[in-house]
């Protein structure tokens, strides 16, 4: 069956650490990938996608996620987290002739002032 | 340009009863979905329809839940009857193609 894992589902950083979130699917054909994000009581809010070309895709604020087609991963960074940026994450997957999306599991991010 | 609504915003009921939840999705888009999540467990997808047809309806749990989508428009969600288990946060998403989802801000159903 289809799948996405987020390995981390809890993480707590300091402001101006480093932030790598993964995600890795189970698919073996072509896919669109997406992170979404949800701040405390918004709704859920496109970070950024990836469809096809530069396998390196940049986001909003500041993030950028890369695609590793051999390694079926598409993980989140940033170079430095504020404490803006608590919030929840997902990892979805779009594969093709669908659809819909399949989800990970979230990760929880809690950044520390 | 509005997003996605969704009412209502937290729905409590008991063990039988019947719930509706509605979505109304960005004007102008034919693509409607419905997602659940429930406490702890990824986001799922429950089905899509294009304008007023159901398109996939794979991941509808069981007949209990039943999602109309009358005129293309406004879509509504019903769950009779509830059991315990139906619990959890239902998302409603719009897109104009396949490509990107625009979620609204969700209904969070406890069945108690």
């Known amino acids: 069956a289809q799948s996405v894992s987020q390995h981390n589902h809890h993480v707590i950083l300091s402001e101006a650490a480093s932030l790598e979130l993964g995600c890795n699917y189970s698919?073996?054909?072509?896919?669109?990938l997406f992170w979404y994000v949800q701040y405390p009581g918004q709704h859920l809010q496109l970070l950024l996608k990836y469809f096809s070309g530069d396998p390196l895709v940049k986001g909003i604020k500041g993030f950028e996620a890369e695609f590793i087609k051999s390694k079926f991963s598409f993980n989140l960074r940033k170079p430095s987290v504020q404490w803006s940026d608590t919030a929840e994450y997902f990892c979805?997957?779009?594969?093709?002739?669908?659809?819909?999306?399949?989800f990970g599991t979230g990760t929880r991010l809690k950044v520390l002032a | 340009e509005a997003g996605v609504t969704q009412f209502p915003s937290h729905s409590v009921i008991e063990k039988g009863q019947t719930v509706t939840l509605r979505c109304d999705p960005i004007s102008g888009h034919d693509n409607l979905y419905w997602y659940r999540r429930v406490m702890g467990k990824e986001i799922k997808f429950l089905l899509h329809?294009?304008?007023?047809?159901?398109?996939?309806e794979s991941g509808m749990p069981n007949n209990r839940f039943l999602a109309e989508r009358t005129g293309g428009t406004y879509s509504t969600l019903k769950v009779q009857p509830a059991e315990l288990e139906d619990s959890g946060v239902y998302f409603c998403a719009s897109s104009q193609d396949r490509r990107v989802q625009y979620f609204g801000p969700g209904t969070r159903l406890t069945v108690t």
């Open positions: 979805a997957v779009n594969p093709s002739g669908t659809y819909k999306y399949i």
């Open positions: 698919y073996g054909g072509t896919v669109n």
């Open positions: 329809f294009v304008k007023e047809s159901k398109q996939d």
